[in-house]
């Protein structure tokens, strides 16, 4: 099991290093590398995905992913930004279906900007498709008014674009998925208004004919927004495009309290995949120790069950991190009265103490 470890910047080394301290309690055999991406590895080759980043995520089983990205890179030419590290990792590794599961854990309810009776138990899953959409389609750019450079544009466009075969395999992920779960899908556009989206509903609902099993409904995303905020429990599974995936991903993420739980991951169609938690690189508080580790963990959980094929694994972490806050532990994000406020440390190791006594249990 080769895993390729790329913490990246911010808060990225941090919670991966926590990560890492629990795949290495589990007495399972990994080959671990680690490399730089996004603005690390900018600093110190000059592109945010060096080949031999790209060829080390390449050879690997899968990615344990951190974060990308600071302010200060805000005026660098596009490529060379940090954010084109994990959209060149998607591109090149083909990693076309990400999972987004917003899980609100019994303990945090009241972590959430919501009333606690909106979201006790809530347990969604976003399927976002992640190699296409306006985030790849061509052309792109900006078309200046006169001296042909930039800043005198007058002009800037991004094409919305998909393929049926993009379509069709993000659909069969999302009903194949659905159908492991509770039997409901709702795929997200903008066919009142996108060609591209009236295309994507059509590809969908004739998808939908392999799957009679699976309850399919079309939501507005506009709509999608207001109901995940008014009844998000009566969502199960959404599928959906990039960009929209990208805006509800995050909104359906603070439903449970605090981005800094959950995790993501994004696989090709080799079960090949890239795993990262939800947030961002939180440059505010990188380097103070207080970063929530739990979605990285998480994240590694995932890892374990989709790309490693170890799911008892998976389980003993994912037990753990309950365990840790059925303890009452919490970073500050979560944190709250009558709650220990934990660094990142401390909860990495409180997991892996958890996990430990579960091995002794069993
Ligand atoms: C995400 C992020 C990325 C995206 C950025 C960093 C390119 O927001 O993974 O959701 O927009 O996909
Ligand atoms: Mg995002």
């Given at each position: 099991?080769?895993?390729?470890?790329?913490?990246?910047?911010?808060?990225?080394?941090?919670?991966?290093?926590?990560?890492?301290?629990?795949?290495?309690?589990?007495?399972?055999?990994?080959?671990?590398?680690?490399?730089?991406?996004?603005?690390?590895?900018?600093?110190?080759?000059?592109?945010?995905?060096?080949?031999?980043?790209?060829?080390?995520?390449?050879?690997?089983?899968?990615?344990?992913?951190?974060?990308?990205?600071?302010?200060?890179?805000?005026?660098?030419?596009?490529?060379?930004?940090?954010?084109?590290?994990?959209?060149?990792?998607?591109?090149?590794?083909?990693?076309?279906?990400?999972?987004?599961?917003?899980?609100?854990?019994?303990?945090?309810?009241?972590?959430?900007?919501?009333?606690?009776?909106?979201?006790?138990?809530?347990?969604?899953?976003?399927?976002?498709?992640?190699?296409?959409?306006?985030?790849?389609?061509?052309?792109?750019?900006?078309?200046?008014?006169?001296?042909?450079?930039?800043?005198?544009?007058?002009?800037?466009?991004?094409?919305?674009?998909?393929?049926?075969?993009?379509?069709?395999?993000?659909?069969?992920?999302?009903?194949?998925?659905?159908?492991?779960?509770?039997?409901?899908?709702?795929?997200?556009?903008?066919?009142?208004?996108?060609?591209?989206?009236?295309?994507?509903?059509?590809?969908?609902?004739?998808?939908?004919?392999?799957?009679?099993?699976?309850?399919?409904?079309?939501?507005?995303?506009?709509?999608?927004?207001?109901?995940?905020?008014?009844?998000?429990?009566?969502?199960?599974?959404?599928?959906?495009?990039?960009?929209?995936?990208?805006?509800?991903?995050?909104?359906?993420?603070?439903?449970?309290?605090?981005?800094?739980?959950?995790?993501?991951?994004?696989?090709?169609?080799?079960?090949?995949?890239?795993?990262?938690?939800?947030?961002?690189?939180?440059?505010?508080?990188?380097?103070?120790?207080?970063?929530?580790?739990?979605?990285?963990?998480?994240?590694?959980?995932?890892?374990?069950?989709?790309?490693?094929?170890?799911?008892?694994?998976?389980?003993?972490?994912?037990?753990?991190?309950?365990?840790?806050?059925?303890?009452?532990?919490?970073?500050?994000?979560?944190?709250?009265?009558?709650?220990?406020?934990v660094g990142?440390r401390q909860m990495?190791d409180a997991?892996?103490?958890?996990?430990?006594?579960?091995?002794?249990?069993?």
């Amino acid at each position: 099991m080769k895993i390729a470890i790329l913490p990246g910047d911010g808060i990225g080394t941090e919670i991966v290093a926590e990560a890492v301290k629990v795949l290495n309690v589990l007495d399972l055999k990994f080959e671990m590398e680690t490399a730089l991406v996004g603005g690390a590895a900018y600093e110190a080759h000059g592109h945010p995905l060096p080949e031999s980043t790209l060829k080390l995520a390449k050879e690997a089983d899968a990615v344990l992913f951190g974060a990308v990205g600071d302010w200060k890179y805000d005026t660098l030419d596009r490529p060379l930004r940090p954010e084109q590290a994990i959209l060149g990792l998607r591109r090149h590794l083909g990693l076309f279906a990400n999972f987004r599961p917003a899980i609100c854990y019994e303990q945090l309810t009241h972590a959430s900007s919501l009333k606690p009776e909106l979201v006790a138990g809530l347990d969604i899953l976003i399927i976002r498709e992640l190699t296409g959409d306006v985030y790849f389609g061509q052309p792109r750019g900006r078309r200046t008014a006169v001296d042909g450079h930039f800043p005198g544009a007058e002009e800037a466009f991004d094409t919305m674009r998909y393929s049926r075969p993009e379509v069709e395999r993000i659909a069969h992920v999302a009903f194949q998925t659905a159908r492991k779960r509770n039997k409901r899908l709702t795929s997200v556009d903008k066919s009142n208004v996108l060609e591209t989206f009236q295309f994507w509903k059509d590809i969908v609902t004739e998808v939908g004919k392999h799957y009679p099993d699976v309850a399919l409904d079309h939501m507005y995303v506009d709509n999608a927004a207001m109901q995940l905020v008014k009844a998000p429990k009566k969502f199960d599974v959404i599928v959906t495009g990039n960009l929209f995936g990208d805006i509800l991903s995050d909104e359906a993420a603070m439903l449970t309290g605090s981005i800094g739980m959950l995790p993501s991951a994004s696989l090709n169609a080799g079960n090949q995949g890239l795993y990262e938690p939800s947030h961002g690189s939180a440059p505010d508080i990188a380097g103070k120790g207080i970063a929530n580790p739990l979605a990285t963990i998480l994240s590694a959980a995932m890892m374990l069950r989709y790309s490693l094929n170890q799911a008892q694994a998976a389980d003993r972490i994912e037990s753990a991190v309950k365990a840790v806050l059925a303890q009452g532990l919490r970073t500050v994000d979560i944190h709250c009265d009558g709650n220990t406020k934990v660094g990142t440390r401390q909860m990495g190791d409180a997991v892996v103490t958890a996990i430990t006594k579960t091995t002794i249990k069993s």
